[in-house]
């Protein structure tokens, strides 16, 4: 399916609050496993183990607060930078044992909201300086917690495995927020461009004038990104290039301007 948090948003809803709940879980289990949690994380090396661990916990709070509408959001990535050090700052006090409880409160807390909200979902701020749909911040959550929980896995030699519906989840999060992050030098020219978990849900999407929007369902798209669960995740956070990615065949390129996804990469800055 195609853009399924838009066409199809009570379904879509169901399987996020599944995958967040279980997206958490993973990451816990992870975090438990992280020692010594003062050796700096390869992936982000500014920070240690237990810095990933903190800004999720922050995420988490942050979540909970802007899904009622009352949280904390960066207008554009040198905010963001700044929302991270403060949100990882606060919580300096806090033991591992801590910043883990404080995720699974939050996360649970956030889930709850969510689902008694229901087809209800209130339209809160978010990063990018954009309204969102509330239910959709849970679905950037989950990319936070796959993506950092997969710098940690990598630090203690864990599997990280990553499902289709899991990716798909973090697209539809991702989508959400593209046009907060938007770089000035995007191409001025219209391009739909369609994003594909192998085997599992996509987004499509058009760039145009500086501006990201959701595509049409009949839209045919210049350029088609299809790849593994894996690779589509970690090339949209920076954790792996894309070439590659496409050179060991995780990561394709179709599409009638196929060449047109050369210049993806370019149009978004790193929140």
Do not use: K
Not at 85 to 103: C, K, N, P, S, W
């Amino acid at each position: 399916m195609i853009n399924a948090a838009l066409s199809a948003p009570g379904p879509w809803r169901r399987t996020l609050l599944t995958v967040v709940s279980r997206a958490a879980e993973r990451f816990i289990q992870v975090a438990q496993r992280v020692a010594p949690a003062d050796r700096a994380v390869n992936a982000t090396p500014r920070w240690t183990g237990r810095d990933v661990i903190a800004h999720l916990a922050a995420e988490a709070l942050r979540t909970n607060q802007v899904v009622r509408g009352d949280g904390e959001f960066a207008a554009d990535r040198a905010a963001a930078v700044l929302m991270n050090e403060a949100g990882i700052g606060a919580l300096a006090h806090f033991g591992v044992a801590e910043l883990i409880d404080t995720i699974e409160d939050g996360v649970a807390d956030a889930v709850a909201f969510i689902e008694e909200a229901d087809g209800a979902q209130p339209i809160v701020m978010f990063d990018g300086g954009f309204p969102v749909r509330a239910d959709l911040t849970l679905a950037v959550l989950v990319g936070e917690l796959l993506v950092h929980g997969h710098d940690l896995a990598a630090e203690v030699g864990m599997p990280w495995p990553l499902s289709p519906v899991e990716a798909g989840v973090v697209l539809d999060g991702n989508l959400a927020v593209m046009n907060g992050w938007t770089s000035a030098a995007v191409d001025q020219r219209r391009r739909t461009f369609e994003v594909r978990v192998r085997r599992g849900p996509a987004i499509r999407f058009d760039v145009e004038d500086g501006h990201v929007r959701p595509a049409a369902q009949d839209t045919r798209p210049d350029a088609v990104l299809s790849g593994t669960p894996t690779a589509i995740v970690m090339t949209s956070y920076g954790r792996t290039s894309p070439v590659r990615a496409a050179i060991s065949g995780q990561l394709t390129v179709s599409g009638r301007r196929p060449w047109a996804a050369l210049s993806l990469a370019r149009m978004f800055d790193d929140p």
